[in-house]
């Protein structure tokens, strides 16, 4: 089993919201930074979104910020992504990662953890 796994990914239209989850399989969630990424069919993964170990300290991409927030509940050993205002360039596989005692991290090399990826598709 991976040791993050994603779910919440689906098709939405234009304007929808979506909230997609990453669950820590085995490990706690506190102490570790976490990041979401995504690739689109024919292209590179590209950062999305970071949160640190501490939960304090957030990064965006310019082209998701105000429209995406990433959170993590320790309780639930949970990350989540929440999407508004989606776009059809939103489409693409979503992954989700971390790290030990990360920071809101933008390069895909620092993370340790990955999941297998969530398909949110929002048809043009």
């Known amino acids: 089993q991976a040791p993050l796994v994603e779910s919440g990914g689906g098709s939405v239209q234009a304007g929808g919201s979506l909230t997609l989850s990453c669950f820590t399989s085995?490990?706690?969630?506190?102490?570790?930074?976490m990041a979401w990424f995504r690739q689109a069919a024919g292209k590179e993964r590209e950062f999305v979104a970071a949160i640190d170990w501490t939960g304090r300290k957030t990064d965006y991409v310019e082209s998701v910020r105000d429209r995406f927030t990433i959170s993590k509940d320790n309780a639930k050993n949970t990350g989540y992504l929440q999407m508004n205002s989606l776009e059809p360039e939103d489409t693409a596989v979503y992954f989700c990662?971390?790290?030990?005692?990360?920071?809101?991290?933008?390069?895909?090399?620092?993370?340790?953890?990955w999941g297998r990826g969530t398909q949110v598709t929002v048809p043009g």
């Open positions: 990662a971390a790290v030990r005692f990360g920071g809101a991290w933008s390069t895909a090399g620092q993370y340790d953890y």
């Open positions: 085995g490990r706690a969630l506190a102490g570790y930074g």
